[in-house]
């Protein structure tokens, strides 16, 4: 009863919050600021403040109390919404034995999220320039952020505009108890496969097929994403197959087909509870890295 009573409270306290950022938005800062600069950048700051400010640390406080449970087969945003479907998983040797076969399929490993790379990114999608290794935004799995990422650019400018792109994360117990569960979901699919000397990468593989989409939670903006989550996991398979890195690819069945609504507005993701896996074939001795970027 108490603990019901509590988490009204909180759902008051964080409704007459966003009803005080309103009034504050619309009738303190908007006026203040417009008599100072012009409409379109009063506007741009008042946008940005909301949509990257006041909406997410209302998020935030929500989640204080509110935290978010779901299963295991899509990655999280840091605020704990769905955003990218889990489809595919990456049996290697090491780290660097994955990177080195995602090299020779053409792929580029994304760069550290840091304020000076997303800067970049934001002027390459801008004005189109190369930036082949451009960061990805954080995403949540076993409560922790991916290891690492990937992607190959469609254009030939090379610009991260639109791009195929995978995050990984590496099957490994940490110890968080929170999340003990989601290690223990994809353990129990590949513990059979396990040993000693081989490690197991689980993916979320998504295609953004263009630069402008909307966050419908936040007003964010973000990338327009492909819906068809199993075509981008499979032509990360065909890239790799293209170069003999792999052999034969399996399905596993992980779960009930399902449905979520992702980050973008109007995308809508229809999974079919499947992950597709692949187990790449031992480096050779000697051998030259030297992918070529396929543009699709």
């Given at each position: 009863?108490?603990?019901a009573?509590?988490?009204?409270v909180?759902?008051?306290?964080?409704?007459?919050?966003?009803?005080?950022?309103?009034?504050?938005?619309?009738?303190?800062?908007?006026?203040?600021?417009?008599?100072?600069?012009?409409l379109?950048?009063?506007?741009?700051?008042?946008?940005c403040?909301?949509?990257?400010?006041?909406?997410?640390?209302l998020?935030?406080?929500?989640?204080?109390?509110?935290?978010?449970?779901?299963?295991?087969?899509?990655?999280?945003?840091?605020?704990g919404?769905?955003?990218?479907?889990?489809?595919?998983?990456?049996?290697?040797?090491?780290?660097?034995?994955?990177?080195e076969?995602m090299?020779?399929a053409?792929?580029?490993?994304?760069d550290?999220?840091?304020?000076?790379?997303?800067?970049?990114?934001?002027l390459?999608?801008?004005?189109?320039?190369?930036?082949?290794?451009?960061?990805?935004?954080n995403?949540?799995?076993?409560?922790?952020?991916?290891d690492?990422?990937?992607?190959?650019?469609?254009?030939?400018?090379?610009?991260?505009?639109?791009?195929?792109?995978v995050?990984?994360?590496?099957?490994?117990?940490?110890?968080?108890?929170?999340?003990?569960?989601?290690?223990?979901?994809?353990?129990?699919?590949?513990?059979?496969?396990?040993?000693?000397?081989?490690?197991?990468?689980?993916?979320?593989?998504?295609?953004d097929?263009?630069?402008?989409g909307?966050?419908?939670?936040?007003?964010?903006?973000?990338?327009?994403?492909?819906?068809?989550?199993?075509?981008?996991?499979?032509?990360?398979?065909?890239?790799?197959?293209?170069?003999?890195?792999?052999?034969?690819?399996?399905i596993?069945?992980?779960?009930?087909p399902?449905?979520?609504?992702?980050?973008?507005?109007?995308?809508?993701?229809?999974?079919?509870?499947?992950?597709?896996?692949?187990?790449?074939?031992?480096?050779?001795?000697?051998?030259?890295?030297?992918?070529?970027?396929?543009?699709?």
């Amino acid at each position: 009863m108490l603990f019901a009573i509590l988490r009204a409270v909180w759902r008051l306290t964080i409704l007459l919050l966003g009803a005080y950022t309103v009034y504050f938005t619309v009738f303190l800062a908007f006026p203040y600021v417009d008599d100072r600069l012009p409409l379109s950048i009063s506007l741009f700051l008042l946008y940005c403040f909301v949509a990257y400010g006041a909406i997410p640390a209302l998020i935030r406080l929500w989640r204080v109390v509110f935290k978010p449970n779901h299963i295991p087969m899509y990655a999280t945003t840091p605020d704990g919404w769905p955003a990218d479907p889990v489809n595919i998983a990456v049996i290697a040797n090491s780290e660097k034995h994955f990177v080195e076969s995602m090299q020779r399929a053409g792929w580029y490993t994304a760069d550290k999220s840091t304020f000076k790379n997303m800067f970049r990114e934001a002027l390459a999608i801008a004005l189109d320039r190369s930036y082949p290794t451009a960061p990805f935004s954080n995403l949540y799995l076993f409560g922790r952020s991916f290891d690492i990422g990937f992607q190959l650019p469609r254009s030939k400018s090379m610009s991260p505009r639109a791009r195929h792109h995978v995050r990984f994360w590496r099957l490994t117990a940490d110890g968080n108890g929170d999340h003990q569960q989601h290690y223990n979901f994809w353990h129990d699919q590949f513990k059979h496969l396990l040993g000693t000397d081989k490690e197991v990468w689980i993916g979320a593989a998504l295609d953004d097929t263009g630069p402008i989409g909307i966050r419908w939670r936040t007003g964010q903006i973000t990338h327009k994403n492909d819906s068809n989550d199993t075509g981008e996991r499979d032509f990360i398979i065909e890239t790799l197959a293209a170069v003999h890195q792999i052999r034969q690819p399996k399905i596993i069945q992980a779960g009930e087909p399902f449905k979520f609504r992702g980050q973008a507005l109007g995308t809508t993701f229809v999974c079919d509870g499947s992950i597709k896996l692949v187990k790449l074939k031992n480096p050779i001795a000697g051998a030259v890295l030297g992918g070529h970027p396929i543009i699709k």
